[in-house]
């Protein structure tokens, strides 16, 4: 039997598999325990070669990090018919009277999320030794996928991006200005749309990149700050300082972006204007749910039903009210006219009668709007730019959001750009989020709960049976 027989700490094992080219397929992810504390990685060998295995698991996980055992590329032998597209994961420990905890944890965690994403996988791709052999309690009694999949993430996450294909199919002067990013350490969610559309007289795009550019800076930059003090956020004011922290950087680096372009120099709110960008930045502590934006990003909560609970309101839209209100022939007015009206007299005006957006304009700051909503059981979560705001409205979106089915939303989202372009078509990027926290007391609670649920006539014969079945979901 060949094996690697190579230890590396959780950053080298990070970038050992980011580098490495894979030559099969993988679809699940198999855990298991070595029983033994021992980590002599030839005893195992010895042990495999015994048995007639040419293969075994492919990654053993100690305190300090990973040992690499059998090549990835290379089908292992460890969950018997789990083998074909698996990578067999060994923690070092008996867990079958003790949860895995410390550093052994804290490593099989960072690999798993590594794993995950270098394959493209879901939580759920992550499945149990016992459920191929069940024979074995491997990976132990006291871990089920209930406690995995909460440990690693209680969020489904789910995130698209699209641009503008219908108007700029042919001739792409105009990206897609719009930014997501979330955080691979903490549930912290960032969603900017750049919304600066400058034109030349001529009529073409100005400056195609400097409104994204904006947009990437306030997820980056936001991000970074957020971090780096997200294990000390121990109240909501806290929260609220470090979200106001992270908008009032990125602003600042927005000027700057602005100063390097030389806007500063030309500006005249048409064909010279900010580059800008609207936000929304989310944290989950505590399973409540705390959220800074500007402008007409946003944020919305769905119960366990569907049926919209909570969202943001859209500044924007009602400036452009009241826009029309003082100019009753606005629609005689030139885009360029408009433009210079909206960014002039409404875009982060102090009367506060206008809208919020990060220029780079000091007065950004007075349109920062905060808050909480303590979430549920069930609650989908879906922060989004302006361009998903009325695909929010249809039922069968959401359905596919807490589906997370892509191919599904793929299609739903060009016909909708098809039949409405001016509803539908606009850049638009969202992140969701589907809360599966559970936080019954007991297995009693938990089991009235199924029965209620499913219409059942008869409890389950044992607590063991109940955790058969939420494994199962």
């Known amino acids: 039997m060949k094996i690697i027989n190579k230890h590396l700490e959780i950053k080298e094992f990070k970038k050992y598999i980011e580098e490495k080219e894979l030559s099969r397929m993988i679809d699940k992810i198999v855990l298991h325990h070595t029983s033994e504390e021992d980590n002599s990685l030839n005893k195992y060998k010895k042990m495999y070669e015994e048995k007639g295995w040419k293969s075994g698991p492919h990654l053993f996980i100690d305190e300090k990090g990973v040992f690499l055992f059998t090549d990835i590329n290379i089908q292992g032998t460890h969950a018997n018919s789990a083998n074909e597209g698996s990578i067999g994961i060994e923690m070092f420990g008996n867990y079958d ?5 410390g550093k052994i944890w804290k490593n099989t965690k960072e690999v798993l999320k590594i794993l995950l994403k270098k394959f493209n996988l879901e939580i759920k791709n992550i499945h149990l030794h016992r459920e191929f052999n069940p024979q074995k309690t491997c990976p132990g009694k006291s871990i089920d996928k209930k406690w995995i999949f909460s440990e690693l993430n209680q969020f489904n996450l789910f ?18 200005e719009d930014s997501l990013l979330f955080s691979q350490k903490y549930p912290i969610f960032l969603v900017s749309d750049g919304v600066t559309q400058s034109h030349f007289s001529n009529g073409k795009y100005a400056f195609p990149l400097g409104a994204k550019k904006a947009a990437r800076i306030f997820c980056l930059e936001s991000l970074k700050i957020l971090e780096k003090r997200f294990e000390n956020l121990n109240s909501k004011k806290e929260i609220k300082d470090a979200f106001n922290d992270s908008f009032n950087y990125s602003n600042q680096k927005i000027k700057e972006l602005n100063i390097e372009y030389g806007i500063d120099k030309k500006f005249n709110y048409t064909d010279y204007d900010w580059f800008d960008t609207v936000s929304v930045s989310g944290i989950i502590k505590d399973n409540t749910l705390y959220y800074n934006f500007i402008g007409d990003c946003g944020l919305a909560i769905f119960d366990k039903d569907n049926k919209k609970k909570f969202q943001t309101k859209d500044m924007v839209s009602p400036a452009v009210k009241r826009m029309k209100r003082l100019y009753p022939n606005w629609k005689t007015f030139t885009s360029d006219k408009r433009s210079l009206i909206m960014h002039r007299d409404y875009r982060n005006n102090p009367n ?15 349109y920062y709007s905060f808050g909480s909503k303590k979430l549920e059981k069930g609650d989908l979560i879906v922060f989004y730019s302006d361009g998903f705001f009325n695909h929010l409205k249809k039922e069968e979106f959401i359905k596919i959001l807490r589906k997370r089915n892509r191919k599904e939303l793929d299609s739903f989202v060009l016909k909708m750009a098809k039949e409405d372009h001016k509803k539908y ?13 559970i936080e019954e007391s007991s297995l009693e609670k938990i089991e009235k709960d199924i029965i209620e649920k499913k219409n059942m006539s008869a409890p389950f014969s044992s607590s063991e049976e109940i955790n058969r079945y939420l494994d199962s979901l």
């Open 159 to 176: 995130s698209a991006t699209y641009p503008d294909f219908i108007r700029f199919d042919k001739n792409p002067t105009k990206p897609n």
């Open 352 to 366: 506060l009668k206008g809208y919020g957006s990060l220029s780079g304009e000091d007065n950004a700051s007075l």
């Open 97 to 101: 009277d003790k949860l895995p905890q």
């Open 425 to 437: 078509g606009g850049d638009r990027t969202f992140i969701s989020l589907l809360n599966s926290n």
